[in-house]
């Protein structure tokens, strides 16, 4: 019988995902799940849903509800970061102002990071939240494991890493990505062996087998015999901006780099693929990809429709909740890591953890994304496969350069620091360019707490 505690809680899409997979998971059963959040109004539909669900798949589990992140860490022993500081609405605001100043896609849009909701250098309130929650687990559970799903989980995870003495692991599903890209070549996911490494959202298929022989050469065949016609036929109907997995872009990144990109590295891309929508289109589909105007904004609006689906399924109790939701178990890793610490089974997760001598040539205090062993006695790292040079060379470091640059920004301040950020991007024509931008961006009365410290 364990305390698990929620942080961000009102992220209804992701916590409607984690309840389910605890009320599937008997091990945990017993269990204290406490769902905090400051939205009040998300907070009472994601508890509503919880204790309903729980009651229908006879799950003994006792669920709780609270805005006071304190109260609902303490004596935790495990912690589950989700929340972003602001929410969308906030980072939105910052990218029409960057854009209105000519950076496309916002100053936080750079080569390797092209995830629209993974803020670095205008993250200031997210690193400060991230911080603060761990600083309240080595105050009131200093035992517990930190599991930080909320981005961005690279630089979240070497922050925390570094500057405290939690347990932390950082936790992304685009590894899943390996599951397109078996299904796309006819194969059953569940029978694919893979490897997959390098930094979150920067991961690259190392090894692809297939009920235990070696099946790189099927993506070869494929991209030489079958990617054309599959890409007639997606750029006609594609609706889904996330459906890139096998997309022109994620083949040009293999011809270049030499492995395969796994889920999000296949949006963490440099310019070449980014300059406008119409480039995006070309790369990624008719809707840009997830992160153009009309693929981010596409997500928004799904967030939305989750949201009100779920107020509905609440609403509605002549239904049962496992008709709409069926008890089937995501492939999320999360409540599976719990589960193996908890129970001691001993099992093989994709994690973000600081890399110590995993990949060679990257800092042993920076968090790496990698396959480790997790059992009662926590994170194992094993060998894996060297990446090749190019990959380390011209895309590990240059990511690695802005990760220390936006760490250095948040720890320590200073105005020169987001001169440097903006000066050297591609789409900077003026040094009254990054000025007037930086004005603007501190200027609004949500950053009032930034501007001092950037002052």
Sequence with gaps: MVKISIIGAGSVAWSRTVIRDICL?????????????????????????????????KANLNFQKTTDRREALRDADFVINTAMAGGHQYY?????????????????????????DYHTIWGYYQFKLMMDIARD??????????????NPVFEGTTLIARETKVKVIGLCHGHLG????????GLKPNDVEFEAVGFNHLIWLTKFNYRGEDSYHLIDEWIKSKAQDYWKKWYEKQTDPFDIDMSPAAVDLYRTYGLYPVGDTVRNTTWKYHWNLEL????????????SEIGWKIYLDREKNVLKEMAEAIEDISTPLTRKFPPEKSHESVIPIIDSIVNDKKSLYQVN???????EGIPGDVAVEVPAFIDGKGVHR???????KRIVNYVLYPRLVRLEWSLEAFLEGGRDLLFNWLVVDPRTKSNEQVEKTINA???IPENEEMRKHFK
């Design 441 to 443: 961006l501190m200027s």
């Design 353 to 359: 953890i600081p890399n110590q001598e995993v990949i």
């Design 92 to 116: 939105e605001k910052m990218r029409a102002i960057s854009e209105k100043h000519g950076y496309y896609r916002g100053i936080n849009s750079v080569e390797f990071n092209m995830v629209a």
């Design 137 to 150: 687990v080595e105050d009131l559970c200093s035992n517990a494991w930190l599991i930080l799903i909320a």
């Design 178 to 185: 390996y599951r397109k890209i078996a299904e796309t070549l």
């Design 382 to 388: 094993i060998g894996v496969s060297r990446l090749p």
């Design 280 to 291: 995006k289109k070309k790369w990624y589909g008719p809707t840009g990809g997830p992160d």
């Design 25 to 57: 998971t008997p091990g945990l059963h017993g269990s204290t799940i406490v769902l905090m959040d400051i939205d009040e109004g998300r907070l009472k539909l994601i508890h509503a849903f919880a204790r309903r669900y729980a009651s229908e798949v």
